[in-house]
């Protein structure tokens, strides 16, 4: 999904480039053509970035979270990635707000094997629901009030379905 937003970008950049070679030329119809083109397309750019919904993914190596990126974006969602608290002092933990607080619509928190401490506090501090991703769990996902605990063997699928369960219930 990232590709079409960035390939709308391209476009409407391309077309804005095109009306003004065209004026600079003095071809007026052209120039109402290409710029109009232009307009349409950042528009549904706007549009789509405004009606999006957005998913928090925090933490997790890079082979893992390119399949569970690829699962969401393949739903319908877009993906915002944070890289957790250990790996960089994170705001919530010290009273500040969430600079990737883009509205998201849940948190998925990926939870390394033997990672001991506190959970990344995304979904409190964002009020949303967030999803434990845990490695090397493969119980079923377990489910208290709006935070959901689920394995990440059970595959990016299940992962993605018990977040859109939490959105739902």
């Known amino acids: 999904m990232r590709w079409r937003s960035e390939l709308v970008l391209y476009l409407g950049a391309f077309v804005a480039f095109g009306a003004v070679l065209l004026w600079a030329e003095e071809a007026t119809w052209p120039v109402v ?14 549009w789509r970035a405004a009606h999006v919904p957005k998913v928090l ?11 569970l990126e690829d699962a969401l974006e393949g739903v319908g969602y877009e993906v915002c990635t944070c890289a957790g608290p250990a ?6 933990f010290q009273g500040r707000d ?8 849940a948190a998925l928190i990926y939870r390394p094997a033997g990672a001991a401490g506190r959970y990344a506090p995304c979904g409190r501090a964002l009020r949303v629901p967030s999803v434990i991703v845990e490695e090397h769990l493969d119980a079923e996902p377990a489910v208290a009030g709006r935070v959901a605990r689920v394995g ?16 739902a219930g």
Do not use: I, K, Q, S
């Open 87 to 92: 790996n960089r002092p994170c705001p919530v």
């Open 33 to 46: 053509v290409f710029g109009v083109l232009a307009g349409l397309l950042l528009l549904a750019l706007a």
């Open 152 to 167: 990440l063997d059970r595959g990016p699928d299940r992962v993605v379905r018990t977040m859109e369960d939490l959105l």
């Open 98 to 105: 969430c600079p990737l607080g883009e509205r998201p619509v």
């Open 57 to 67: 993914v925090v933490g997790g190596d890079e082979a893992h979270l390119r399949e």
